[in-house]
């Protein structure tokens, strides 16, 4: 069995300050996580994706997540928030075994204020 | 441009009026799914499909049905229609195995059932 948290459903910052954006997994297997983004009225769009090779892994727009397996996380960052980034984000688990079930969390809005 | 399309892109019905969701994708990819994304719940997935003719049940897959005759090809037909299947509805597609959580979604699908 595998889930996902998400740690905050909302996040506020300011333009040009640091995100950080929360999320803990639990898997029986190794597994794949990913990020995912989803503007208003927009399907979802992969973020960044980690598969078992370098632990910091960077995606599109200038988002980055880290795998720490003792922790069981996998937080995206990002050094400085630009209005564009507002949009609701989702961590997703999948374990490496084929054609496995995705598990997504329930989302985090970041908030962008100028 | 690679895609996933779905139509109609709103919808609003009646309940009991049986109503059909299409889902084309043209990558050639093997895996698709449905979801569905009500607020504060995330995406859950209701049924996927890992290739031609081989389908299976996601976490929601009461009321739905699905069909899957051709690679490019995966509608969602919701027989009896009921208002707690109001909900924004989203096709994904992915290349296979090992990938699956490499998703391509599809603009979403807004549908009222009244």
């Known amino acids: 069995a595998q889930s996902v948290t998400q740690l905050d459903s909302h996040v506020s910052v300011s333009e040009g300050t640091p995100v950080l954006l929360r999320c803990n997994y639990s898997s029986s297997y190794s597994p794949s996580l990913f990020w995912y983004v989803q503007h208003p009225n927009k399907g979802l769009q992969l973020l960044l994706k980690?598969?078992?090779?370098?632990?910091l892994v960077k995606g599109i727009n200038g988002f980055e997540a880290e795998f720490k397996k003792s922790e069981t996380s996998f937080h995206l960052t990002k050094p400085s928030a630009h209005m564009s980034d507002a949009a609701e984000y989702f961590c997703v688990v999948s374990d490496r075994s084929g054609y496995s079930t995705l598990t997504f969390g329930k989302g985090t809005m970041l908030l962008v204020s100028p | 441009e690679a895609q996933v399309t779905q139509n109609p892109r709103y919808l609003i019905t009646v309940t009991g009026k049986k109503l059909t969701v299409t889902c084309s994708q043209n990558m050639n990819h093997e895996y698709m799914s449905w979801y569905r994304q009500d607020p504060g719940l995330g995406l859950r997935q209701i049924y996927y499909?890992?290739?031609?003719?081989?389908?299976d049940k996601g976490d929601v897959p009461e009321g739905y049905k699905v069909s899957r005759k051709e690679k490019r090809n995966f509608p969602l037909i919701l027989e009896s229609p009921s208002p707690n299947q109001t909900s924004l509805y989203f096709c994904?597609?992915?290349?296979?195995?090992?990938?699956?959580?490499?998703?391509?979604f599809g603009p979403g699908t807004r549908l009222t059932v009244t």
């Open positions: 980690y598969t078992s090779a370098a632990t």
């Open positions: 499909s890992m290739n031609v003719e081989v389908t």
């Open positions: 994904a597609s992915s290349p296979g195995p090992g990938r699956n959580g490499e998703q391509y």
